[in-house]
């Protein structure tokens, strides 16, 4: 059987059901943040080694095709 509730109580479970709401979307905020600056220290870190995987690929190609070409000094 169905449990009938008096208004008091539905305005009561109605509060608590929307500050549990308010508590998880404040929650769900703060940590889509911390995802979000976890990916852009993930992608900082990416570049970096990126660009100084490059720059030593390009020098080592660099010095090969100097080897190969046999440059006077």
């Given at each position: 059987m169905a449990k009938i509730y008096t208004r008091q109580e539905?305005?009561?479970?109605?509060?608590?059901?929307?500050?549990?709401?308010g508590i998880?979307?404040?929650?769900?905020?703060?940590?889509?943040i911390v995802v979000i600056v976890a990916c852009a220290f993930l992608l900082s870190a990416l570049?970096?080694?990126i660009v100084r995987d490059g720059q030593e690929s390009f020098a080592s190609l660099w010095k090969i095709f100097q080897d190969a070409v046999i440059?006077?000094?």
């Amino acid at each position: 059987m169905a449990k009938i509730y008096t208004r008091q109580e539905v305005k009561r479970r109605r509060i608590n059901f929307k500050i549990f709401a308010g508590i998880y979307d404040f929650i769900g905020a703060v940590a889509g943040i911390v995802v979000i600056v976890a990916c852009a220290f993930l992608l900082s870190a990416l570049i970096n080694w990126i660009v100084r995987d490059g720059q030593e690929s390009f020098a080592s190609l660099w010095k090969i095709f100097q080897d190969a070409v046999i440059i006077p000094k």
